[in-house]
């Protein structure tokens, strides 16, 4: 590299310029910029995850009741439903703080407002 006061060439690993004495600046001669990972591959990957689903397999809605109530803190309802990440939330949440009650608590209220309100699994469809 060449020292950018003086133009005299400055061997790598120095901090000041040996003809000048300015200091070098390394950043200003930063390695090329990486080229941009490209996006297609991540999205080809993502699309074998949406598999279609025909109406008769439908999920129950009383299964779905019936889990939350029972199994609501484990987030098994959510896994039911297709609803993998907020399950896995729910499920999480009771394993790291569920030693103390008042976490234990919000999520089993959680898994009881989910099943008021949710009427559709992940997929978008109704229950039976
Ligand atoms: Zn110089």
């Excluded at 990486?34 to 439908?58: C, D, H, L, Y």
């Excluded at 999920?59 to 039911?80: A, Q």
């Amino acid at each position: 590299m060449k020292c950018e006061y003086c133009d005299n060439p400055v061997p790598n690993g120095v901090t000041r310029c040996p003809s000048c004495g300015a200091a070098v600046n390394f950043q200003a001669y930063g390695e090329a910029p990486t080229s941009p990972v490209s996006p297609v591959s991540s999205q080809a990957s993502g699309m074998a995850f949406v598999q279609p689903r025909s109406e008769n397999q439908s999920r129950s809605r009383i299964v779905y009741i019936l889990l939350g109530v029972f199994f609501g803190i484990l987030g098994i309802h959510n896994f039911y439903a297709g609803r993998t990440y907020r399950g896995l939330w729910q499920l999480l949440i009771t394993l790291f703080t569920g030693w103390f009650l008042l976490p234990l608590l919000a999520v089993w209220v959680w898994s009881i407002v989910d099943i008021c309100v949710i009427s559709t699994d992940g997929d978008g469809t109704k229950f039976k």
